[in-house]
Nanobody, 117 residues
Framework: EVHLVESGGGLVQPGGSLRLSCAAT????????MSWLRQAPGKGLEWVSAISLGGSTFYADSVKGRFTASRDNGKNTAYLQMNSLKPEDTGVYYC???????????WGQGTQVTVSS
């Protein structure tokens, strides 16, 4: 069965950094595009970043230049490096996979990121 598990969230001060991980099992990870999405308190789901099967990366304007997506197919893991964090980055971060970019077939349970002084 398909299973995605996010980790690496936590509490950080503005300007700080976190690295999120998404460990995948139950499917051919290398055949899936992976995405990161987030949900701020009281807000809807927001697309953050994506990485293609070939490793091309894409970012929302709000995080471009601060966040970096990557993947390690040998470890069946996707990563999101988050630098220069802002309070508006606060939310639950989810990883999702699909057979093509912008397909969100499988989801993890999410990891909380809180940016606060």
């Amino acid at each position: 069965e398909v299973h995605l598990v996010e980790s690496g969230g936590g509490l950080v001060q503005p300007g700080g950094s976190l690295r999120l991980s998404c460990a995948a099992t139950g499917f051919t990870f290398s055949s899936y595009a992976m995405s990161w999405l987030r949900q701020a308190p009281g807000k809807g789901l927001e697309w953050v970043s994506a990485i293609s099967l070939g490793g091309s990366t894409f970012y929302a304007d709000s995080v471009k230049g601060r966040f970096t997506a990557s993947r390690d197919n040998g470890k069946n893991t996707a990563y999101l490096q988050m630098n220069s964090l802002k309070p508006e980055d606060t939310g639950v971060y989810y990883c999702s996979g699909g057979s093509a970019l912008y397909e969100y077939t499988n989801w993890g349970q999410g990891t909380q990121v809180t940016v606060s002084s």
